[in-house]
């Protein structure tokens, strides 16, 4: 139908959702607002900022990951990057006691953890591509990610026995840090991170028909004359940093990325990534600033912004995954 | 010209291509024949940089395929592997579109728009252009990679099983447009097939593998024999002469 097609084509969905995003961060900034304007549009603004943010990091780094290693349930997050997050969280309660923790420098504590991330990541796929990736890189592909899983199911099962073992007051200040959470984002954190993404976005951006070339297979990539290993490397890279960024931003988002990948892939009737990462990007914040509101508005802030996303979330999913095998 | 010196490939101990030396001239169609796990699929990936060798050297008119730029040779020798998964949302011309790539990166010019409109021509994909590829059949799909590879528009095109879920028509439309890319164009198509007439009737040439090795080769009228297909498969079969062409029955 040619009039449905020209409906969903990609501009329009675009324009759509921006204008949707728009939307909800105007009705952010401003519902509910009482006292001076300047106060709440600052303090809200840098909230919003942080979601952009990370709904940026979270949507490409899951859409690029699912790309190279064509498979469209995977996440980053596969690979243990939430668990090595939680796991730093509770050692650093458990080893140094709550309260130094939560003196800390902020810029120090978020350093650390970013700097943990990468450089876990780096050494898994160094190691892989260069002691064990011996070979056929594609099976190597496979058992990096089996391997990441291993490590995450690793790094949940030591941050549990910390749990069970720790003071109970101490435990309380852990679980507060492992559910995302906009409303205490550094304003200073928050620009160094947005200039890495930054960084790693404008690296990225020379690649992005060939990301659409890598989406056809390991295989048809080589036959096209892309540099298949390098490529996929550099590209691990950059997702390990975005996620690494947002997660120590804000916590883990581990089912929002499938999330926002998915509902991309949905609505865009392209193959081309210059259109799929910024309608991912766009759902992402929508998504983001939209369950940041109903969590305001509707539940008073009695309620954590990923039981939201990931309740809502979860239904589109399912209805998603219904509708795909029906057809 | 492809040069195959000595190429050895072994996966943990067990030999999949043993020492298969091979030049094949440049020009012309060549139908690589041998049973399942002859090492035929193998020797093409291997030829093709999709899989690194254990031991030996391929050249592509003097480039050794492990050090050229992958760029490089993408616009000298393309390759078509069996089952190709697509997950991105792709209609038959976009896929087409993409044997551009190695030449504009993916910004398309008018030449590249001449090609891609001749490989839907001459694939008869022009009806099912706007198509995506998940609509379509396991033989159209096939024959929308095909019309990629041959937009790609290099020397050497290496293709595995291409006549893979096709009909009866579609397999002799795409073995003539085979021997036509060869005889007008002066390509050299290197094909892997499982049925030894068609092998027989559209080759300059055939190449039969047996275990990991190079056993027989030579024009279609030297390796169509019962002697040959004996050695090379274990079946007995009759040779009989039709028009012109060698044809082996082997149904028993």
């Known amino acids: 139908m040619p009039a449905d097609r020209r409906l969903m084509s990609p501009p329009v969905v675009l324009g759509v959702l921006s204008a949707l995003t728009l939307l909800s961060i105007a009705l952010f900034m401003t519902l509910g607002a009482r006292g001076k304007w300047d106060f709440v549009l600052a303090f809200r603004g840098t909230k919003v900022a942080a979601m952009v943010l990370v709904g940026y990091a979270v949507a490409v780094s899951t859409v690029l990951f699912q790309t190279i290693t064509n498979n469209r349930i995977?996440?980053?997050?596969?690979?243990?990057?939430?668990?090595?997050?939680?796991?730093?969280?509770?050692?650093?309660?458990?080893?140094?006691?709550?309260?130094?923790?939560?003196?800390?420098?902020?810029?120090?504590?978020?350093?650390?953890?970013?700097?943990?991330?990468?450089?876990?990541?780096?050494?898994?796929?160094?190691?892989?591509?260069?002691?064990?990736?011996?070979?056929?890189?594609?099976?190597?592909l496979h058992l990096l990610l089996l391997v990441g899983i291993v490590f995450g199911v690793l790094f949940r099962s030591l941050t549990n026995f910390l749990q069970r073992i720790i003071d109970p007051n101490a435990f309380l200040t852990v679980q507060d840090r492992l559910f995302a959470n906009f409303n205490r984002v550094d304003g200073e954190l928050l620009a160094v991170s947005a200039l890495v993404v930054l960084a790693v976005s404008l690296a990225g951006w020379r690649w992005m028909r060939t990301f659409d070339v890598?989406?056809?297979?390991?295989?048809?990539?080589?036959?096209?004359?892309?540099?298949?290993?390098?490529?996929?490397?550099?590209?691990?890279?950059?997702?390990?940093?975005?996620?690494?960024?947002s997660t120590a931003l804000v916590g883990p988002?581990?089912?929002?990325?499938?999330?926002?990948?998915?509902?991309?892939?949905?609505?865009?009737?392209?193959?081309?990534?210059?259109?799929?990462?910024?309608?991912?990007?766009?759902?992402?914040?929508?998504?983001?600033?939209?369950?940041?509101?109903?969590?305001?508005?509707?539940?008073?802030?009695?309620?954590?912004?990923?039981?939201?996303i990931e309740f809502v979330g979860g239904l589109a999913f399912l209805f998603i995954l219904v509708r795909g095998s029906s057809r | 010209m492809i040069d195959v010196k000595n190429i050895k490939k072994s996966y943990n101990g067990t030999v999949v291509v043993d020492g298969v030396t091979l030049s094949l001239p440049a020009g012309g169609v060549i139908s690589l024949i041998g049973a399942n796990g002859a090492g035929k699929s193998t020797l093409l990936s291997i030829v093709s940089r999709l899989l690194p060798m254990s031991a030996g050297t391929v050249e592509i008119d003097g480039m050794d395929v492990t050090t050229t730029p992958g760029d490089v040779l993408a616009r000298r020798l393309s390759i078509l592997r069996q089952d190709n998964h697509i997950m991105s949302r792709l209609t038959v011309e976009d896929l087409v579109a993409f044997g551009r790539y190695p030449h504009s990166k993916g910004r398309l010019t008018g030449t590249d728009r001449e090609h891609i409109a001749k490989a839907l021509r001459y694939l008869d994909l022009e009806p099912l252009a706007g198509r995506f590829l998940d609509e379509l059949s396991g033989g159209q799909r096939q024959r929308a990679f095909i019309a990629m590879v041959l937009c790609q528009d290099t020397e050497y095109i290496l293709l595995d099983e291409p006549l893979n879920n096709l009909d009866v028509k579609h397999a002799v439309a795409m073995m003539k447009l085979f021997r036509r890319t060869a005889d007008e164009f002066g390509k050299t198509v290197v094909l892997v097939l499982h049925d030894i007439n068609f092998a027989s009737c559209y080759s300059d040439r055939i190449v039969a593998m047996r275990d990991g090795r190079v056993v027989h080769q030579g024009p279609p009228e030297a390796i169509i024999t019962p002697e040959v297909i004996r050695d090379v498969y274990g079946v007995e079969a009759q040779v009989m002469e039709a028009g012109g062409r060698r044809i082996a029955l082997y149904y028993q």
């Open chain 1, 74 to 140: 995977l996440t980053p997050s596969v690979m243990g990057f939430d668990f090595l997050y939680r796991l730093i969280q509770t050692g650093l309660v458990f080893w140094f006691g709550s309260g130094l923790v939560a003196s800390l420098d902020p810029r120090l504590r978020f350093g650390v953890e970013v700097a943990s991330m990468v450089v876990f990541s780096g050494l898994l796929y160094w190691w892989l591509f260069n002691g064990a990736g011996r070979g056929d890189n594609r099976r190597s």
């Open chain 1, 214 to 245: 890598l989406a056809l297979g390991r295989d048809t990539a080589i036959n096209l004359g892309v540099d298949h290993r390098r490529v996929v490397m550099a590209v691990l890279v950059m997702v390990a940093v975005l996620v690494s960024v």
């Open chain 1, 253 to 308: 988002v581990t089912f929002f990325g499938l999330l926002v990948a998915n509902l991309a892939y949905l609505v865009i009737r392209s193959h081309r990534h210059a259109v799929i990462l910024p309608a991912a990007a766009l759902i992402a914040i929508l998504t983001l600033v939209g369950g940041q509101l109903i969590l305001e508005r509707v539940f008073g802030y009695n309620a954590a912004l990923s039981i939201v």
